[in-house]
């Protein structure tokens, strides 16, 4: 059995859109005709999904927000009692989105086919991630599937207003740096060259400083579309290169390089992997399963690929933190909670604090690195100023020298 969506006409002409259950889409037709509707048109939700996964929609996948709710909403019904295909159906009708409403009604037809959930959330791996569905599927063997939920619901939850700190943290100096690059030139282009046209009559030879001013003005004037296009082509080429594993790779080793974003990259992609790894590990997931789905959530290929090689030396009998330990990219004091983790016997409680210091440690670093950067650009905005009015000013002393 499937879900299907359709669209048809009553007998008033007026039109009817939702979803329904057949096996194939012949039963939906007749269905539709019963009602006395004129069937328009009709598609598998499990195909219409996957058409969108495979291509370049903007609709993909789910916003966490709402999966962090409909995860909620399941964990409660589930733990009241409620049997699952009745629990997404329900949590179908409460949503006001009809894309993941139609969605929860299809994972709820293979689940009243006898699949297990997991299975049934596998048809949109695009909204339900490996890390989701590993998940749900240790808390249906386990039988504590109430439980997982609720984990998930939490992981979605913090997972989500953690990625929503850094973005509001740097949407205000974005657009600082923004708005100065766009004073200067226009200051450089258009107000510069007004004002020196006072003096080019004078005869007197400019100094250097207004000459320079002049000829960057000139240039911006003369080669604006030449820079601009320039600007695009280097985006495209460089957006075009990272979408290949050779070139993103090297870019993510000159990332681990540099002095401060290092940090931060091993900072995120470690708490990353180490909030992914506890869920996992506390849900009932084997290690070297958990091992393998918390390295897709990590994107510097390097750290990714340290995680799979640490993978590989746990299969082999290595200790955790000591194949982690040999990467060199994750931070000591992870290590050490992941080592003291494996000797007490509390690995994912020691994962959970790890992700939560290294989570701590990059806001404090975003913060203090957004502190410098406000009065460092009105540094810059009030250098640049100065360098324009000298140059505007020192003619204007030469002329009275001159006069004198």
Not at 109 to 126: I, N, Q, R, T, Y
Request: hydrophobic share 50%; no cysteine.
């Amino acid at each position: 059995m499937s879900a299907f969506e359709y669209k048809a006409l009553d007998a008033a002409g007026r039109q009817h859109k939702g979803v329904l259950e057949a096996d194939t889409p012949r039963q939906v037709r007749q269905q539709l005709r019963d009602k006395g509707w004129t069937p328009l048109s009709m598609v598998e939700v499990q195909q219409r999904e996957a058409k969108q996964g495979k291509g370049m929609s903007l609709r993909r996948g789910l916003n966490p927000a709402d999966l962090s709710l409909i995860t909620r909403q399941l964990a409660t019904l589930v733990h009241s009692g409620t049997p699952i295909d009745e629990a997404l159906q329900a949590v179908s009708r409460q949503t006001e989105k009809a894309r993941l409403g139609n969605m929860l009604l299809a994972v709820r037809s293979k689940v009243k086919e006898g699949h297990p959930l997991a299975a049934a959330m596998a048809d949109f791996p695009h909204a339900f991630d490996d890390l989701y569905r590993a998940t749900v599927d240790a808390g249906e063997q386990s039988g504590h599937l109430d439980a997982v939920l609720e984990r998930l619901a939490d992981y979605t939850e913090s997972r989500h207003a953690l990625r929503q700190k850094f973005q509001l943290a740097l949407i205000y100096p974005v657009l600082i740096a923004v708005v100065a690059i766009l004073v200067v030139v226009g200051l450089v282009a258009y107000v510069v060259p007004k004002v020196v046209e006072v003096f080019e009559g004078v005869g007197q030879e400019l100094p250097l400083l207004t000459r320079g001013l002049i000829a960057l003005s000139d240039f911006l004037q003369n080669n604006w579309a030449l820079l601009l296009g320039s600007i695009v082509i280097m985006i495209v080429v460089i957006s075009w290169l990272l979408r290949h594993e050779g070139p993103k790779r090297q870019f993510h080793h000159l990332l681990l390089r540099l002095p401060l974003v290092s940090r931060l990259v091993r900072g995120m992609n470690t708490a990353r992997f180490a909030r992914t790894f506890s869920i996992l590990a506390s849900s009932g997931v084997p290690v070297l399963d958990a091992m393998r789905i918390s390295a897709e959530v990590v994107t510097n290929l390097p750290m990714k690929s340290a995680v799979e090689e640490a993978a590989r030396r746990v299969r082999e009998g290595s200790a955790i933190n000591k194949a982690l330990d040999n990467s060199g990219y994750f931070p000591p004091m992870t290590v050490h909670l992941i080592a003291s983790g494996e000797a007490s016997g509390n690995l994912d409680e020691m994962l959970e604090r790890s992700a939560s210091a290294q989570e701590r440690e990059m806001e404090t670093m975003l913060g203090l690195l957004m502190g410098f950067f406000e009065p460092f650009m009105i540094l810059f905005m009030g250098g640049t100023v100065l360098v324009i009015v000298l140059a505007i000013l020192l003619p204007i002393f030469n002329l009275n020298q001159l006069v004198k």
